[in-house]
């Protein structure tokens, strides 16, 4: 079996921090040093979640519990550069690429016991030969922020109105009926 094509690819994107709901756009490069048959190339986002699991094994002389990480990919979307295709010696070309981010997806987050990872690649395939794949570049996203109009308080400035007490002769607010000062009942006027 003949190695991998003598083929380049690399992966820009216009930003590494995206929200929920967002896209990623950006460019692949591919050049080759030589002519092959090529299936497909595409750029691909995962979104991969590793928690942290214990179990426990009995044995004779007593309990053990075992850590281990259970990994899934739990979101994967992909944009095809091309199809099935004759790669000529010094090709050289630069395509565009647009991914979408679901937005009920998960966020980017890391814990001790739970992890959620945002990876972004492209990868040339190519007919009865390995695959010639970028690194993995890894896309920060959040939950987007809901933006609130602010909230407008209105301040009321009332008057109040001082009487005094027909009993006690203290100043008590007009609109009251009993006198804070005697308790006394506010006389009809």
């Given at each position: ?15 590494s ?17 030589e ?7 595409v ?17 004779q ?15 994967q ?57 970028t ?55």
């Amino acid at each position: 079996m003949k190695g991998p094509p003598k083929a380049r690819i690399e992966l820009t994107a216009q930003k590494s921090q995206c929200n929920l709901g967002e896209q990623i756009k950006g460019t692949v490069r591919i050049r080759s040093d030589e002519e092959f048959e090529a299936t497909q190339a595409v750029v691909w986002l995962t979104c991969n979640e590793s928690i942290k699991r214990r179990q426990n094994f009995g044995i004779q002389f007593g309990p053990i519990q075992s850590e281990y990480l259970e990994n899934a990919i739990i979101y994967q979307t992909s944009f095809v550069l091309f199809g099935a295709v004759h790669v000529p010696k010094g090709y050289d070309a630069t395509l565009p690429y647009t991914l979408n981010i679901s937005t009920a997806a998960k966020e980017t987050s890391y814990s001790i016991d739970h992890n959620v990872k945002w990876l972004l690649y492209a990868v040339l395939l190519s007919k009865d030969r390995p695959n010639v794949q970028t690194i993995f570049y890894e896309i920060q996203v959040a939950r987007p922020q809901i933006s609130q109009s602010p909230t407008i308080m209105k301040e009321v400035t009332r008057e109040v109105v001082l009487i005094p007490c027909a009993y006690c002769g203290g100043l008590m607010p007009q609109s009251s009926i009993f006198c804070p000062n005697c308790g006394a009942r506010r006389k009809a006027s």
